[in-house]
């Protein structure tokens, strides 16, 4: 059944994987009427129950919190079959635009980090429905999720992967490592969620807007820590001892020697007392009209539909159902998940990204002296092989400069053949997909892991059912009798979680389809397109980037998820010495693209931001579905 309130879609402020926020304008019977935004669950996700309790859990958060910087929620209700949260609209950008554009002076940034800061600190005391506090921890705090209106207002968006004490959560994220690279502190490595947390983010963002620099990836030795963020220190356009101060007990290395929230508020504003300049508010009105007006939203299919509310509508404060799942004991990296509110505030900004031939051209200008054996590093056939040497150009020369010696890289002709090869010693290092790293470790426990690959500021990745649009299949059971393409029976994405996925469906993935064997993942497209196969198994990143290596991709659409990964693990040879192992984590550990190859990611199809501890029980659900054992830890 459907209520009065109708929705009037306008345009998109913002889209990513899981959702997109839309312009909307809100009509009523009784004649009332306002604009407002609508955030919109993709249509496909329907199928993933986890992702909508999320949102869902996002809403009553919001609805639980009063204070001025945390976004206004309406209500949590239904738009046709999908959930949607109906909030404030706020004209503005973000600090991501800000800091692009050259950054803050300091009075107005420690404004709004003051701010921000009382923002986290309700968030934390906020008393929830049993009376005790929230103890919301953010976990995502940085300068996409910051907004700035031209009247000096602040934001905090997107609490799609907050935890909170609270017993009517639904979604499984009490015990998740979830948040952005770059702006984690040392402790949410080692899994734990606190409040100064959100404090060291908060840090790592002021140090950004005042610069209009990237602070780079967070040291996890000690030490280190502490002589970069003495560093860092040094690009301050102003400095003085309050502010340095301030600075460092943000970004303390121990929890411990953090500040809270509520001390950095009023330190922060104390500070502006002493640096004076411009209000907040007097730079906003000069500044912010000028970043927002720079891009236009975009229309979509949804564009003037007028959308009825559905009357299941559940109120914030709505408790959890007695059979509504529990919160799981499973650790999972998941960078961003919902991540959708934080586009719309970059509607506005137009961010040129440098792509891989460009970012290679900066590299030839200097060849360091190369010493030693080369370093041999092996790749599965993902993809074509001249556009994966093509992609990791770049990454070549940045490891032959930090180890200065030779880098040679290949691609095998299957999957197992890279992991047989890291094995046996004729590789020295090799990128093994997740599957197959689980597999080689299985049967080849010396295999040393050393670093997981983050791309897009994401650790985990969507594995896609690919239909022509013209396609009439409606469902995994209309498969049968059906030709459908994977990669390379090693693949993870490509073969394993869709394999499984035909049967959670009933279907013998080798007797009810007829399966055709592409060979890598592009292959798979181009085979999708050209109608040798009628279905195709990849993910989510392929099929962005399908039309840079010159596959048709708007011919092809998503028809269902066949399930979620972590990414590739880089692994080294058993034979590699311990010390050339730790060097080359270290390596790995501390690439920053803006530092190291001056662009934002490496790569237009692997779109690497950053490389992260790899981390083995991530893959243990992968091993579940897959049927490998788990090892004795």
């Known amino acids: 059944m459907y209520n009065d309130r109708r929705y009037r879609i306008g345009r998109v ?99 709004l980090v003051a701010t921000v800061a009382g923002a986290l600190h309700a968030a934390w005391t906020t008393a929830g429905p049993d009376g005790q506090p929230l103890q919301l921890v953010h976990r995502d705090i940085k300068p996409s999720n910051l907004f700035l209106t031209p009247t000096g207002g602040v934001r905090v968006l997107d609490f799609g992967i907050a935890r909170a004490e609270v017993e009517s959560r639904e979604s499984d994220t009490q015990e998740l490592l979830l948040g952005s690279l770059p702006y984690m502190a040392p402790e949410r490595f080692d899994g734990r969620d606190l409040h100064v947390s959100d404090v060291y983010a908060l840090g790592v963002t002021l140090y950004e807007v005042l610069t209009g620099k990237r602070r780079g990836p967070t040291h996890l030795i000690p030490d280190q820590h502490g002589a970069r963020v003495e560093q860092l220190l040094n690009n301050l356009p102003v400095r003085t001892a309050s502010l340095d101060a301030l600075l460092r007990d943000c970004l303390a290395y121990a929890p411990s020697d953090r500040i809270d929230a509520k001390a950095l508020e009023q330190r922060a504003l104390a500070v502006v007392s002493e640096v004076g300049g411009p209000s907040l508010r007097s730079w906003a009105a000069d500044v912010v009209p000028v970043l927002a007006s720079r891009g236009t939203p975009a229309e979509d299919d949804l564009y003037g539909d007028l959308v009825r509310e559905r009357t299941a509508e559940q109120p914030i404060e709505e408790t959890v159902p007695a059979d509504a799942p529990r919160r799981s004991s499973r650790r999972w990296w998941a960078f961003g998940l919902l991540g959708v509110v934080g586009a719309v505030a970059a509607a506005g900004v137009v961010v040129a990204l440098a792509g891989a031939a460009s970012v290679t051209a900066l590299w030839w200008d200097w060849e360091p002296a190369l010493t030693g054996p080369p370093l041999d590093v092996v790749m599965p056939p993902v993809m074509d092989a001249e556009t994966m040497i093509s992609d990791l150009e770049p990454f070549r020369l940045y490891l032959q400069r930090q180890t200065g010696r030779p880098v040679e890289l290949r691609v095998a002709d299957t999957y197992r053949s890279a992991a047989q090869q890291l ?93 055709v064997l592409s060979g890598n993942h592009l292959a798979v497209m181009r085979d999708l397109v050209a109608g040798r196969c009628d279905v195709g198994a990849t993910y989510d990143g392929a099929y962005q980037t399908a039309d840079v290596a010159g596959v048709h991709a708007g011919a092809l659409s998503v028809h269902s998820v066949t399930g979620r990964s972590p990414l590739d693990a880089i692994c080294a040879s058993p034979a590699m010495e311990a010390e050339t192992v730790d060097t080359l984590r270290e390596i790995l550990l501390s690439f920053d693209p803006q530092t190291a190859i001056e662009a934002s990611r490496m790569g237009e199809h692997e779109r690497i931001t950053a490389f992260m501890p790899l981390v083995d029980v991530d893959y243990d659900d992968l091993r579940r579905a897959s049927g490998v054992p788990l090892p004795e830890r």
């Open 13 to 111: 402020l913002g889209k990513g994987a899981f959702g997109a926020v839309y312009e909307a304008r809100l009509e009523t019977g009784t004649g009332f009427n306002k604009q407002v935004a609508v955030k919109l669950l993709h249509a496909h996700l329907s199928e993933q129950p986890e992702i909508e309790r999320r949102l869902r859990d996002e809403a009553r958060l919001l609805g639980l919190i009063r204070h001025d910087a945390i976004l206004k929620v309406d209500t949590l209700t239904r738009l046709g079959d999908r959930w949607a949260v109906v909030m404030e609209l706020v004209d503005g950008c973000d600090l991501l635009a800000i800091a692009k554009g050259g950054g803050m002076p300091v009075g107005p940034a420690l404004e």
């Open 423 to 515: 094995v046996a010693g004729e590789a020295d290092l090799a990128t093994l997909t997740p599957y197959l790293y689980v597999e080689t470790l299985q049967a080849n426990p010396t295999v040393q892991g050393l670093a997981m690959k983050v791309y897009d500021d994401a650790t985990s990745t969507t594995g896609l059912f690919l239909v022509r649009r013209d396609s009439d299949l409606a469902d995994l059971e209309a498969f049968r009798g059906r030709r459908v393409c994977f990669s390379d029976p090693a693949s993870t994405t490509g073969y394993v979680l869709p394999r499984a996925k035909l049967v959670q469906a009933g279907l013998d993935p080798d007797t009810d389809i007829e399966p």
